[in-house]
């Protein structure tokens, strides 16, 4: 599979713009460093040619900017999705959160993103200037030095354990489409399902004991779309700003990954967003293998209007406490 | 802020027994909003409300809670107390501080702390509780009887003469249920046939009466008041408008091999048949298990002797889909099977029969004529040997049996034994026994009699085995009277095996959303106050579907149940539940969730206009609850990640406000 | 100027905490927190902190009173407690510089006692820079990561820890580890200044300007279209608020404990839709109202009311942690502050 | 704040009104006594129980959460019973991943006719919950007295 | 019922494992018991002699080694009460109190004989010595 060019995608943005199938475009926009890119929206040809990139750091997802941007105006909006971002999408459209009328996707195949975080824990910090080549990044920091890294080595961690390259849903695709892989993303979910319940305990408290509260996980997840968040609503019982007690962390931690349950498409975002490094997904993906291991395989966003499985049942379900059955 | 007022109940000693109700009235004054409290005897009584009344006008209270017996007992008494001193009903919160406190508790002190949290936990609810009006909703004139037996008849002719249109679906051919089976009737001895058909030809010619034979139920969707059934009405085969019940073509089918379920299949009938001389409707069936025309494609006798032309190979399940404000269950009950009782032999030998197998063998329309002959060989039988409870009062751990007494063997093995020794004085009876229960009215007269006037052989104890010997049935039990063990060489053996639900009433009940017992017998809505309803209101228990029972209570329950409905299509309106769910428009995110849990599709979605919070408009998918729909189970409420689906009357801060009165 | 060898740094350490409390970076898994130091942490080599270090004066969340319900009676209870006193080690410049922002605040009348009580009890010790990251901008604001402030400076060089006393309360501190330090000067610490100083300049954000922003300059940025493009990708997550050192609002909640009420205060955001909402509905209904009402704060209204001091430190941590990549440093320079670019 | 042998837990049974609520009014008539410490409220089916509820009930100081409702296939509403299994299947599984104590939290299917098994699970339940001890692990201190 | 006697009930309703105050007293039991006729006392009797604490006539009568465990009784008895458990403990309760076998290991050549099964032999053994 060929690599997306950047230039490929101006080319194919400025096209839809200018034939007038789209009147807008959200893609990543060019930041201080080779890595900070923003969501942005841009509205004309000449935008997009100064500022539109897409590197090894075009992680965003953008899914959840179309809530927002397709109440906007008139016109479509185009928007680019890795395969990832076509869960995120489908799980949308599934929920009715966006008119897909107004929506022109473009599927972009992807070879998994860098995450800075790595880079800089593999060649440090002071970072001047990246730039691909190959499957390496060249990396030129502040001190004159030039270190070479393999892409695959700084991979972001949603993916090293990519769950499918195939696109769930697009107008137009660029380049060919992937298969849904084979992964190993429920390893680490294991090994701690493999720890005691004292260890278990003892991990999530030093995870979760981090957590300042900025909500950065949720106000980025594009399950979490609520008109008005249980925790922003002092009349849901959980609503609280900042974390108070160890037992405020977890509360709303089990919660927010509760009410993604069955929801969540593991694109990976909270990890990513996180500023004190908590991991997440493994909450998410904890629901994900007990979902698949209950009550068979699903894999939300991957069908359109699939039936999450928490709104559906069978007589033959496994019973709650025979859910928390294992030998320890 | 609310201005609450408590009761507390004494309940006589079932609460202040265990309960210190000085102390709880006394402790839950201090709740915030609390402005009045106060114990009393009896607060269900009279006086008790007037207490209640009184201080909702005096202390100007917005609203109340009643420490006192389960809400499932006097929640409504107490919202009629309420509404009748002007406060809206659901301003009432109960505190069950008997069946969950001081009838299970036995510490007075630790009871009282407890009754003052279930208090407090009570009061925190209703500062939450806002008034409520519930929805009306039209009431479909229509009742719906299924079961067709003695029950279900009665309680069809109740209604119908009350003048509202009665349907009645019976999975069998024919109307008459069990009855039909039976020879003589307990304790007066008249023919079950004789009291039993006319009532049968009064349901086939009263006009407000349907009956669907040979048909069940599929789907049940709706609530009280307005329910919708799909009836299947199997193909019978038959033109049932057009089959005059001559009865030509039972006699010429060539399959002949067909045994006759209306005999227990102790003989055969045709592939076309009429069940019996006096079924309603009195219309032929052709079994499509045994018909060779419907299987192979080749006889069609049955169409050529018929002169009405009734016969049609050609027909299909029907599905009929009606309306009824009400139904009632009369699904009647079966003898449990004999399989697991080995030591009987009842599948080892024919002379080993059953009671019902029994009344068919002394009916005079039975498979010998009404002549009690050995089904082995049709021979004279001249020891007879009943043995009582079997399967019946069994351990609930056991494999085979039912843990409880299925009521009506004792009085139907006197008869049985009684009109053995009448018709035949040769015979030797005798009769197993446990226990000889006998509550109603002249029925222990009736087992004195056979006893005292037919010299029936009364034995306490049990049938250990029995094992056929040549022509014999050798019986060995025990008599624990004469601390002996007997071994009697029998003609025949009958076992007065257990009753059970019918098989049908379970998916019924699912269907109905109505609860079951352990043993599948349909739960009452109470056991003692409300004993021919179901808690699922508009379902109505008639029968032996509820629990065992003879024929004159049978009838007596089918009025009942008949009553009820008649009391309840009578309403034009029927106030709904106000409990329902609610969709905070703001908050909805449209992303359906709460539609997909909803069992009763009473969520709809419209686009609406939004101003946003950032003063934007936009055009927003929100969901809607149609309340008359709704019966607030409150699936919805946890299926929305927003928390805009709440449920009126058990609503997330008041549940929540419950939870930490409890906690604290 | 004073000096002991790095190997017995962790004697240094062990007196201090013997005397009260000592908190410095220490390196987890996941990068570096202030931490209480115990025998056998190692003071971290990372450049900074995931949180700042407004914590210590400033913390997340913060009891102010109880009050006690019984039945329909209310007690009041006072639940404020002399703090002890505490060693900050290892500031660096910008977080040492947040402190003055905070004091500002905090301090001028009416002056809040609870931030008070704890700053009156600390003692901080910085420590300058010399592997300044591609995000740090601190030298825009007039900062010298090669001279941080506080009550000791401290630097690090290959073999030595030296330490300079600010104040009388930094003199006091050296006069603790007077017999596990030495007398020295200040050749070496000067040589390590001038080093890094060479780097400073070389930093992607130093020629970042300034001079557009500040006091008075309301009007002319309030409606800027810029703020548009700039909000539209924002969250409304809190994380630059939190990781920031110099952001100090907050919100005072009531909880109920169910035996009790706790009046606390905790960290709020002005990025988050339900900031100072009151009974009359919301201050700053969109998101760009928001995002603007952050950036103007640090900006111009701060310095408007501040003899033109900026509320930021230029510690770069929302650079690094903002989930979208918008920062302080993308708003100045959207709204002209690098017009040469 | 208790000593060890003498703890005495707290205990929220969340009750469907229509069989587990039924089966505990049940236990009252047949007088079969279970511990004091259980504290019933009424929902109207088990599908209305929140996790946030739960939650909140371990919170304000509860040591462990019993969830009551209909027996599978005989649910009043047809299928709540059957949402409450599966979210409560992931919500245990999930605590229990999280190093909650899994003998805290549980479900059990009490029918109206249930009043025996309902005392014997709520003896059960509480005579687990003792021998854990006191919740530590998702207490809120400021709940404590 | 004296201490003594209480204390024998609780250890045989212990180690039998048996209720037998779900008795209904129905006789099926007797009915059904191949060793009637050599028994003294019939299992329901032993159900209704243990539970009443009338054990004392049980201990010297010679049914105990007359019931053959064939467990008819068991398998038949609608309640589940089991009374040839009940038999077995009562049983037992002789032999450990006497401390005394009922079939020494010497005496078995002198009963065998070719019709017995050798099972019957090592049951036999089992259930007559300790």
Known sequence: MQKITCESLIEKACELIENGTVSRVIGWKKGEFDYDLTPAVFANADEIKKNFIYNDFSGANFSKYLIKETRKGEGKVLVFLKPCDTYSFNQLLTEHRFDREKVYAVGIPCEGMADIAKVKAAVGDGILKITSEGDELIVENLYGDVNKVKLADVLAERCVNCKSKKHTAYDELMGEDGEILDNNRFDEVEKLENMTEDERFAFWQNELSRCIRCNACRDVCPACTCEKCVFDNPKSGVENKAIADSFEEKMFHIIRAFHVAGRCTDCGECSRVCPQNIPLHLLNRKFIKDINTFYGEYQAGEVEGSRAPLVNYTEEDIEPNDAVKREE | MQRIGVFVCWCGSNIAGTVDVEKVSEALKNEPGVVFSTNYQYMCSQAGQDIIKDAIAEHKLTGIVVCSCSPRMHEATFRKTAAAAGLNSYMVEIANIREQCSWVHKDMQ??????????????????????????????????LVIGGGIAGIQTALDIAEAGFPVDIVEKKPTIGGKMAQLDKTFPTLDCAACILTPKMVDVAQNDKIRIFSYSE?????????????????????????????????????????????????????????????????????????????????????????????????????????????????????????????????????????????????????????????????????????FVQCVGSRCDACAEKGKEYCSKICCMYTAKHAMLTRDKYPDTDVYVFYIDVRTPGKAFDEFYRRAVEEYGVHYIKGMVGKVS???????????????????????????????????????????????????????????????????????????????????????????????????????????????????????????????????????????????????????????????????????????????????????????IIAEVDAICK | MRKCSLNSLNAVFEKLANDSALYMPVDGDKGADYKKWEMGDELSSALNTNRSAKDFFFPQTENLMEFKVSGKEIEVIDTRDEKEDFVVFGVRACDAKSFDILDTVFLSEPC?????????????????????SETCFCNVFGIDATKPTGDVTCWKTADDMYFEANNEKGKAFIEKIADLTEECDSKAVEEQQAKTKEILKKLPLADLKTEKFGKDKTAEFFDAPEWRELSTSCLGCGTCTY??????????????????????????????????????????????????????????????????????????????????????????????????? | MQINNEFKPKIVAFCCNWCSYAGADLAGNNRLAYPECVNIIRVPCSCRVNPIFILRAFQRGADGVIICGCHPGDCHYTSGNYYTRRRMALLFSMLNYLGIEKERIRLEWVSAAEGAKFAATMNEFTEAVTALGENKRLEDLRCKK | MSKEMENLKSEIIRSSGVNPKKCMRCGKCTGTCPAFDEMEYHPHQFVYMVESGDIEPLLNSKSLYKCLTCFACVDRCPRGVEPA??????????????????????????????????????????????
């Open chain 3, 112 to 132: 809040d006692s609870y931030y008070a009580n704890r700053r009156e009890h600390a003692t901080i010790v910085t420590l300058a820079c010399t592997r300044p």
């Open chain 5, 85 to 130: 458990k009940l038999v077995e403990a009562v049983r037992l309760s002789v032999i450990r109190k006497q401390g005394a076998n009922h079939l020494k290991a010497d005496d078995i050549p002198a009963l065998l004989d070719d019709e017995m099964p050798q099972q019957a032999i090592v049951s036999a053994l089992r259930k007559y010595s300790k």
């Open chain 2, 468 to 654: 056929p010997e040549g022509d014999k049935l050798m019986v060995r039990a025990s008599d624990l009277l004469a601390n002996k063990q007997l071994n009697i060489a029998a003609d025949l053996v009958v076992l007065a095996a257990a009753i059970e639900p019918d098989k049908s009433a379970r998916p019924l009940a699912t269907m109905l959303t109505a609860s079951m017992d352990t043993n599948d017998f349909f739960t009452e809505a109470h056991p003692k106050l409300r004993p021919v309803e179901s808690p699922t209101a508009g379902v109505f228990l008639s029968g032996t579907c509820q629990g065992p029972k003879d024929i004159p209570e049978t009838v007596s329950q089918a009025s009942a149940a008949a009553a009820k409905v008649i009391g309840l299509l009578a309403k034009d309106k029927l106030m709904g539940n106000p409990c329902v769910a609610q969709s905070n428009e703001l908050m909805c995110n449209g992303c359906s969730s709460c539609e997909r849990v909803c069992p009763y599709g009473a969520i709809t979605y419209a686009d609406k206009e939004f101003r946003m919070p950032d003063r934007t408009v936009a055009i927003r998918r929100v969901a809607m609850v149609n309340e008359a729909v709704c019966q607030g189970c409150g699936a919805c409420t946890v299926a929305c990640p927003s928390g805009a689906m709440d449920l009126k009357g058990f609503a997330t801060s008041q």
């Open chain 2, 217 to 385: 139920v599929e789907e049940i969707g709706g609530f009280v008041g307005n329910f919708t059934v799909k009836i299947k009405k199997k193909a019978r085969y038959v033109k049932e408008d057009v089959c005059t019940g001559c009865g030509i073509c039972t006699e010429k089918c060539p399959q002949k091999k067909v045994p006759n379920e209306f005999n227990m299949g102790m003989d055969n009938r045709r592939a076309v048949y009429i069940p019996f001389a006096q079924a309603v409707p009195k219309v032929a069936t052709i079994d499509p298990n045994y018909c060779t025309m419907l299987k192979t494609g080749k006889c069609g006798v049955c169409a050529k002797v018929c002169t009405a032309g009734a016969i049609d190979y050609t027909q299909k399940d029907e599905i009929i889909e009606e309306k009824y404000g009400a139904i009632v269950a009369a699904t009647g009950f079966n003898p449990i099977s004999m399989d697991k009782f080995d030591e009987f032999a009842y599948n080892q030998s024919k002379d080993v029969i059953t009671s019902l197998e029994f009344e068919r063998l002394t009916n005079a329309a039975g498979p010998t004529a009404g002549k009690l002959l050995r089904p082995s060989d049709g021979k004279h039988p001249h020891t007879i040997v």
């Open chain 3, 243 to 341: 990781v920031c050192p110099t952001c100090q609002c907050y919100d005072i909640k009531d909880y109920d404990t169910g035996h009790g009420v706790i009046r606390f205060r905790c960290w709020d955001s002005c990025m988050y839709s339900e900031f100072t909402k009151m009974a009359h509905g919301n201050n700053r209904l969109s998101q760009l109202e928001r995002f603007r009402q952050r950036f103007m704060h640090k900006l111009v209204y701060y310095p408007t009311n501040n003899d033109g001091v900026f509320g930021c430190v230029g510690c770069g941590r929302c650079l690094a942690k903002c989930p979208i990549s918008m920062n302080i440093v993308k708003v100045m320079k959207a709204l002209g502050g690098n017009d040469g670019e």
């Open chain 2, 110 to 143: 630790s009871g009282t702390e407890k009754a003052i949290i279930l208090g407090k936990a009570a009061v925190a609810k209703v500062n939450l509780n806002a008034p409520l009006t519930p929805g009306e909703s039209p009431v479909t004139k229509r009742a």
